[in-house]
Each structure stands twice: as C-alpha cells, then as structure tokens.
C-alpha cells in the first residue's frame, strides 16, 4: 500500500505530536459511548473557526473543565458553572460554545431516556447522507452546522472519508465496523 498522498489529512498527520496520536487511534473509529460521543461533539462544535491542532492542544483542559465530559455533570451545570468555564483559559471562552455544551448535554440525555443511548439514537437514524444528517442536527442540537456535523460523523465513524484509502489507518479503521461501513 503506498503512503496517502500530500494535501489529505493521513498526510499531514504523520508523525505530528498532536495530530498523529488522534489520526492513528481515533478519527474515524466507531464510539458508542455516550460521554466520549459528547465529548467529540463539545470538541467539533469548540473547533468552529479555529484549527483542529488548537482543540487537541487544550483537550486536556477541556476534560478537566468540562468533568470529564460525563453527561449527567454538565448538563446540571448553572451560572456559576457557566462563569468558570468562561474565565478557564484552558479551553475555548465562547458563551455560544460553551451554552451550547452545557443545553447539548441536556438534549443528549433527553435522547438517551428515549433511544436508550446517544450512540443508539444515531444508530436509528442511519444510514442517512451528509445533508439529512446536517438538518437534524440543527433541529436537534445547538451550534451544529454542516462542517461540525459532518466532522463530527466522521470523526466516529457515521459518515466515510476520515481516512484516505491509502492510509494504513483505513484498514483498521474498516475492520472495527463503523456504521459507514455496514
């Protein structure tokens, strides 16, 4: 198998400190837990006009602030929860980004009380094309437009492309059965 080609994602992550770690052993690969598909989400939606190398950068002070992205915790979260976060230099301080976390950790539980899971709700929707995809996530989420939804899909397996076919990582990627696959 040859190497992906220059200009992909495969490429320019190799053997990047940060994008390396995330591209071999992450992007891609199906989750189905709830608290790890939030955290993705909370990543996607903090990345919305910055580089992806900045999120991986402060991941760590986003789990930490957000309580290790467990559901139950942030979605209980209030002003003074809100207030922290906007004053944590270890995370992005955006009000819309950080309600939008904060009102989506409440949706996903309402999702979870009636599909059973985050992971089982996405799986009721699939298979669906990018752009159905899109429209119900706006009408289900908050600050989810295309690129963070398509990202999002992709990056846990929803939606094909996260790794070009040349990439090594597309052969373990495809044996883990991701919903694009299926």
């Given amino acids: 198998m040859t190497a992906p080609p220059p200009g992909t994602y495969c490429h ?14 992450e992007y891609g690969f199906p989750l189905r837990d709830d608290d790890r598909l939030f955290e993705r989400l909370i990543l996607e939606i903090n990345q919305a006009g910055l580089s992806w190398v900045t999120i991986l950068k402060k991941r760590a002070g986003f789990y930490r602030a957000y309580d290790g992205f467990r559901l139950e915790r942030v979605a209980a979260y209030g002003d003074a929860d809100r207030a922290r976060l906007l004053g944590d230099a270890g995370i992005i301080r955006n009000r819309l980004k950080v309600d939008a976390a904060i009102e989506n950790a409440k949706r996903i539980l309402n999702l979870r009380a009636s599909h059973g899971s985050f992971a089982a709700w996405l799986d009721s929707h699939h298979p669906l094309d990018k752009p159905t995809w899109i429209r119900l996530f706006k009408t ?5 437009g295309g690129e963070i939804t398509g990202e999002f899909l992709m990056s846990t397996g929803y939606l094909p492309g996260a790794h070009h076919p040349a990439c090594p990582v597309f052969a373990r990627v495809e044996a883990a059965s991701p919903p694009w696959t299926r």
Avoid: C, I, K, N
Avoid at 12 to 25: K, N, Q, R, V
Avoid at 140 to 144: L, S, V
């Fill in 140 to 144: 289900t989420f908050r600050f989810t």
């Fill in 12 to 25: 320019a992550a190799l053997g990047h400190e940060f994008h390396g770690p995330y591209h071999d052993l």
